[in-house]
């Protein structure tokens, strides 16, 4: 007798114990999948929002093309992926062929070796890696997109607002410091954070 209760008694107390992980397992999966939402909105709606900086011509690469960057820290294989998903859907913008490349090396940057008309970020990145390409996409007055929540407001040029609707959301102090010009078309459709 002394045995079942035992087991009542175990039974009772892994059971809540599952009933947590069950849950828990099932909302980083919604998590999961909604942070895989935002990324695959933020990269279809990405190169509209390069093109429609007004400057974007002169921010070609010494080979003529728009330069599309996009930025990991630890996931390589993740930004390789969104990298031919963007090559297979943008070949040009403004009339300007497009290359995309993958970067994780922030240190590059600043080397002159890389010279990006637009960076994509395709993980939220560290406070470090984020500060590095900050200041490089100021100094060089090109935008950051960043799909992830809260990096508009740490900085990035510009990313998604998501409401009762998508729209874009940009940093505008960061614009500022940058010195972009947007479209006002652009302006007037976007959410601004100050």
């Known amino acids: 007798?002394?045995?079942?209760?035992?087991?009542?008694?175990?039974?009772?107390?892994?059971?809540?114990?599952?009933?947590?992980?069950?849950?828990?397992?099932?909302?980083?999966?919604?998590?999961?999948?909604?942070?895989?939402?935002?990324?695959?909105?933020?990269?279809n709606l990405f190169p509209n929002i390069v093109s429609v900086d007004l400057d974007l011509l002169d921010k070609r690469s010494k080979k003529g093309f728009v330069l599309l960057l996009l930025a990991n820290e630890y996931d390589q294989h993740e930004a390789e992926r969104l990298a031919a998903r963007l090559r297979g859907k943008v070949k040009s913008i403004k009339r300007t062929e497009v290359e995309v490349q993958v970067?994780?090396?922030?240190?590059?940057?600043?080397?002159?070796?890389i010279s990006p008309s637009a960076i994509f970020l395709t993980e939220q990145l560290s406070d470090n890696a984020f500060q590095q390409v900050l200041k490089f996409a100021i100094e060089r007055h090109i935008l950051i997109f960043s799909p992830f929540s809260?990096?508009?407001?740490?900085?990035?040029?510009?990313?998604?607002?998501?409401?009762?609707?998508?729209?874009?959301?940009?940093?505008?102090?960061?614009?500022?410091?940058?010195?972009?010009?947007?479209?006002?078309?652009?302006?007037?459709?976007?959410?601004?954070?100050?």
């Open 1 to 43: 007798m002394g045995t079942q209760t035992d087991r009542g008694s175990v039974i009772s107390l892994i059971m809540p114990l599952l009933l947590t992980l069950l849950v828990f397992s099932a909302s980083a999966e919604a998590s999961s999948l909604h942070q895989e939402r935002r990324v695959m909105a933020g990269l």
């Open 103 to 113: 970067a994780s090396n922030f240190t590059e940057l600043g080397k002159g070796n």
């Open 150 to 194: 809260g990096d508009v407001e740490r900085g990035a040029t510009t990313g998604l607002s998501i409401g009762s609707r998508i729209q874009p959301y940009y940093n505008v102090e960061t614009v500022k410091r940058s010195n972009i010009r947007f479209h006002q078309l652009f302006l007037k459709v976007a959410k601004g954070y100050e």
